[in-house]
């Protein structure tokens, strides 16, 4: 975990337990690397209006899959694509494969509204990249939400439009 981000939860008493392994880039991978770590798990998308430029950091649980159509009529945009790389830097200040809701505290300009399912909102535990693939941060619902208050984006809880995936993929 990077030293700014370290002292950005430092600053706001955010508690935390930090697991490192091997990088992952799937839910795959995840399971096998960071399955024993106690928590809800989370799948994380950052999506993009294509007429307006919007962005959307979406959580779920990892274990579902977000139909893209449904959410894109309940957030009323004519079309949504995965976010450029480019922009996943710029905004949130990671990389591929890092996606995290921990990626809203470098999004100082809170270009981005984060969508959160309840499921994982109202979680006693759960578990996120720290905007680095290669560590988990394993936090206390309570903290997860109050990090997530102090980054000053837009918080839309909401039982998402997801599929249940039969085998995760």
């Known amino acids: 975990m990077k030293e700014s981000l370290k002292n950005w939860l ?12 091997p990088a992952v880039f799937t839910v795959p991978e995840a399971k096998i690397h960071c399955g024993h770590i106690k928590g809800t798990h ?19 649980p990892h274990d579902k899959r977000l139909d893209l159509n449904k959410f894109r009529r309940m957030v009323g945009a004519p079309k949504i694509r995965f976010a450029e790389t480019e922009d996943l ?9 890092a996606v995290s809701p921990i990626g809203l505290v470098n999004d100082i300009e809170n270009k981005t509204i984060f969508f959160v399912d309840a499921e994982v909102w109202n979680a006693d535990e759960i578990c996120c990249h720290p905007n680095i693939n290669s560590e988990t941060l ?29 085998e995760v993929d």
């Open 10 to 21: 430092s600053a706001h008493n955010i508690d935390y337990i930090l697991h490192q392994h």
């Open 42 to 60: 989370c799948k994380n998308l950052f999506l993009k209006n294509k007429k307006t430029d919007q962005f959307y950091l979406v959580t779920i």
């Open 89 to 97: 830097s710029n905004v949130l200040g990671i990389t591929p494969g």
């Open 138 to 166: 394993q936090i206390l619902g309570s903290e997860f939400q109050k990090l997530i208050k102090a980054t000053g984006n837009i918080i839309e809880i909401k039982k998402l439009p997801c599929l249940e995936l039969l």
